[in-house]
């Protein structure tokens, strides 16, 4: 068994439980998965297809001896020790998720743009009494015969980075459509791809 799946986010939604509270899920159509290459530990899933005269020559290639369509969207996933599996299966969302209570989401954060310090990293303003001109300025960075060590909380660009959420709940799975619902948000933006795996799973 796959211990993870790739997949999209679609947006968000709510739905109402059976003690009639509401809850504000995340829905990400998770798979059909394409298994493109099987490894010792791992394997290669292709999500999403992805018109031929756009991809390269190695993922025709790939994509031919899983008899497939090239895909958009490629990643390597834990397997369960012992799980067999062949080169062009496919994996559904029912077959992984089927039962999972909890799934961590990895996906890339939204971008936005240039930042300065006090937005990006939460620094504190200068003061605002009459006559200032330094309520948005950087402090002090140090020495100034010296350059600056990478690291320093800058202004700089901000977001559009790999970003994990763990333990996020499952709220539901819809078999049908390949579709898991989960509750709170997930990085990225509508239509952006995710790979969402079982929580403690490295």
Do not use: W
Not at 76 to 104: I, L, T, Y
Not at 136 to 157: M, Y
């Amino acid at each position: 068994m796959a211990e993870a799946l790739l997949g999209k986010k679609v947006g968000m939604t709510r739905i109402f439980q059976e003690d009639g509270l509401g809850v504000s899920v995340s829905v990400v159509e998770c798979g059909p998965c394409v298994v493109l290459q099987v490894k010792d530990k791992t394997l290669q899933l292709g999500f999403g297809d992805k018109k031929r005269n756009a991809a390269s020559n190695p993922e025709i290639g790939l994509a031919k001896k899983a008899k497939t369509e090239p895909k958009r969207f490629i990643k390597e996933v834990n397997k369960k020790e012992g799980s067999e599996f062949n080169v062009g299966q496919v994996v559904s969302v029912k077959e992984v998720f089927e039962g999972v209570a909890c799934v961590d989401v990895i996906g890339t954060s939204k971008g936005k743009g240039f930042a300065g310090n006090i937005k990006r990293h939460n620094h504190s303003s200068g003061p605002r009494s009459h006559g200032t001109k330094n309520k948005r300025q950087l402090g002090s960075t140090g020495s100034v015969d010296q350059s600056s060590n990478r690291g320093h909380p800058f202004p700089g660009h901000m977001g559009d980075e790999k970003t994990t959420k763990r333990n996020l709940k499952v709220v539901g799975v819809d078999e049908e459509n390949n579709l898991l619902l989960i509750k709170g948000s997930i990085p990225g933006c509508r239509g952006g791809y995710v790979v969402v795996r079982k929580t403690n799973v490295v």
